[in-house]
C-alpha cells in the first residue's frame, strides 16, 4: 500500500474515532419503567436499556460529558464511558428534580469515591447540592466541584464545543429549570427535556428549531387524561400540543425533533402503537436508547 495511502487512512480513522458525537442514553420520565407501584400493562414487560432521560456528549479529546444525572447513572456512564475510551467525565445539570441530578449519589465515597467530578449548574441548582444533605458530603469530599452557569451565557468547553444554558418555565421547588444549547464544530442541538407549557417559555420554540440540527424535547405525556391524577399537577407539553405546534413546519424541520422523556404510561413507547406510528408519520421521531449524532 503506497505511503499516501496509509497517511490518508490513518487520518480518516482519526477523524471517525475523535468527532464530537451526542449519545442517546435514556429516554424515559424520572420515575423510569416499571414505575413503583404500577401494575398496568405498560410496566408489565422490561425493556433492556430503557433509561430514564439523558443525552451523553463525546468531545474530540475523548472527553465525556452527561446532560443530567439519573437514577440509571452507573448503566449509563458505563455504557458512555466505554464508547468514548476515556474514563473522564463532566455533568450538566438541568433541575432538582429526582430523575435529574439523584444519579450523583454514585460519585460519592459509598461508591465511586470520585475525585473533583466538574459539575455544571445553575445557581440555585449549586447552592441546592452545597446546601443540603447528602448532597453537601459531595462537595465537600470533593468527590464533585460545581461550576457555575447563567442563563444565556456560553460555556467554552473546547475550541470547537460550547454549551449555553436556557431558563424554562418547569416546577421550580428546589432549584431553577434549564435545557440546553449544544454547539459543536459544525452542527448544534437543543435539548429540553422537562418544560411546563411552550408558550409559557420566554421564547419561541419554533425559532429555536430552526436555529439547530437535532431538537431533543420533552414529550412526557401524550395527551390530557393519560394518567388519573390532576394532569395539571404535573405541566408538560402533551405529543398532541407539540405535534400540533410543529406540524406546519417543513418536513426537513419536523425532521430535527425527537422526543424524549416519556413517563411510563404513554403509549408512543410502545414502537407499533397506532400513537406512535401516526406521529412518525408526520416526520417526527423518537429518541432511543443508543442512537448517536455528529455534531
Given at each position: 500500500?503506497?505511503?499516501?495511502?496509509?497517511?490518508?487512512?490513518?487520518?480518516?480513522?482519526?477523524?471517525?474515532?475523535?468527532?464530537?458525537k451526542l449519545v442517546v442514553?435514556?429516554?424515559?420520565?424520572?420515575?423510569?419503567?416499571?414505575?413503583?407501584?404500577?401494575?398496568?400493562?405498560?410496566?408489565?414487560?422490561?425493556?433492556?436499556?430503557?433509561?430514564?432521560?439523558?443525552?451523553?456528549?463525546?468531545?474530540?479529546?475523548?472527553?465525556?460529558?452527561?446532560?443530567?444525572?439519573?437514577?440509571?447513572?452507573?448503566?449509563?456512564?458505563?455504557?458512555?464511558?466505554?464508547?468514548?475510551?476515556?474514563?473522564?467525565?463532566?455533568?450538566?445539570?438541568?433541575?432538582?428534580?429526582?430523575?435529574?441530578?439523584?444519579?450523583?449519589?454514585?460519585?460519592?465515597?459509598?461508591?465511586?469515591?470520585?475525585?473533583?467530578?466538574?459539575?455544571?449548574?445553575?445557581?440555585?441548582?449549586?447552592?441546592?447540592?452545597?446546601?443540603?444533605?447528602?448532597?453537601?458530603?459531595?462537595?465537600?469530599?470533593?468527590?464533585?466541584?460545581?461550576?457555575?452557569?447563567?442563563?444565556?451565557?456560553?460555556?467554552?468547553?473546547?475550541?470547537?464545543?460550547?454549551?449555553?444554558?436556557?431558563?424554562v418555565p418547569h416546577r421550580?421547588?428546589?432549584?431553577?429549570?434549564?435545557?440546553?444549547?449544544?454547539?459543536?464544530?459544525?452542527?448544534?442541538?437543543?435539548?429540553?427535556?422537562?418544560?411546563?407549557?411552550?408558550?409559557?417559555?420566554?421564547?419561541?420554540?419554533?425559532?429555536?428549531?430552526?436555529?439547530?440540527?437535532?431538537?431533543?424535547?420533552?414529550?412526557?405525556?401524550?395527551?390530557?387524561?393519560?394518567?388519573?391524577?390532576?394532569?395539571?399537577?404535573?405541566?408538560?407539553?402533551?405529543?398532541?400540543?407539540?405535534?400540533?405546534?410543529?406540524?406546519?413546519?417543513?418536513?426537513?424541520?419536523?425532521?430535527?425533533?425527537?422526543?424524549?422523556?416519556?413517563?411510563?404510561?404513554?403509549?408512543?413507547?410502545?414502537?407499533?402503537?397506532?400513537?406512535?406510528?401516526?406521529?412518525?408519520?408526520?416526520?417526527?421521531?423518537?429518541?432511543?436508547?443508543?442512537?448517536?449524532?455528529?455534531?
Amino acid at each position: 500500500m503506497k505511503k499516501p495511502l496509509l497517511i490518508a487512512l490513518f487520518l480518516l480513522s482519526f477523524f471517525v474515532s475523535h468527532a464530537q458525537k451526542l449519545v442517546v442514553l435514556g429516554t424515559l420520565q424520572d420515575g423510569g419503567s416499571p414505575h413503583m407501584l404500577c401494575e398496568k400493562e405498560c410496566c408489565s414487560v422490561e425493556i433492556a436499556n430503557d433509561y430514564v432521560s439523558c443525552l451523553g456528549l463525546i468531545d474530540e479529546n475523548d472527553h465525556s460529558y452527561f446532560f443530567d444525572a439519573t437514577p440509571d447513572f452507573v448503566n449509563q456512564s458505563r455504557y458512555l464511558l466505554n464508547l468514548s475510551g476515556n474514563d473522564t467525565f463532566s455533568i450538566f445539570l438541568t433541575h432538582a428534580h429526582m430523575g435529574h441530578y439523584s444519579g450523583l449519589i454514585h460519585l460519592g465515597r459509598e461508591a465511586s469515591s470520585a475525585n473533583g467530578v466538574p459539575v455544571y449548574a445553575m445557581p440555585r441548582m449549586g447552592a441546592f447540592l452545597s446546601e443540603n444533605g447528602p448532597w453537601d458530603q459531595l462537595v465537600n469530599l470533593e468527590n464533585i466541584e460545581i461550576k457555575g452557569l447563567v442563563n444565556g451565557q456560553e460555556m467554552k468547553l473546547t475550541n470547537s464545543l460550547s454549551v449555553t444554558p436556557l431558563l424554562v418555565p418547569h416546577r421550580d421547588e428546589y432549584s431553577e429549570t434549564v435545557g440546553y444549547q449544544i454547539k459543536g464544530a459544525e452542527k448544534t442541538a437543543l435539548f429540553i427535556p422537562d418544560i411546563d407549557k411552550w408558550d409559557l417559555w420566554d421564547r419561541d420554540i419554533v425559532t429555536e428549531i430552526q436555529k439547530v440540527a437535532y431538537v431533543f424535547l420533552d414529550a412526557t405525556f401524550m395527551k390530557e387524561g393519560e394518567v388519573a391524577r390532576p394532569m395539571s399537577e404535573v405541566p408538560h407539553p402533551f405529543i398532541e400540543e407539540s405535534v400540533a405546534l410543529f406540524g406546519s413546519l417543513p418536513l426537513e424541520q419536523r425532521n430535527k425533533i425527537y422526543f424524549i422523556h416519556l413517563n411510563h404510561s404513554n403509549p408512543a413507547r410502545v414502537k407499533n402503537s397506532a400513537d406512535r406510528v401516526s406521529v412518525e408519520a408526520l416526520g417526527f421521531h423518537f429518541a432511543e436508547f443508543g442512537q448517536t449524532f455528529e455534531l
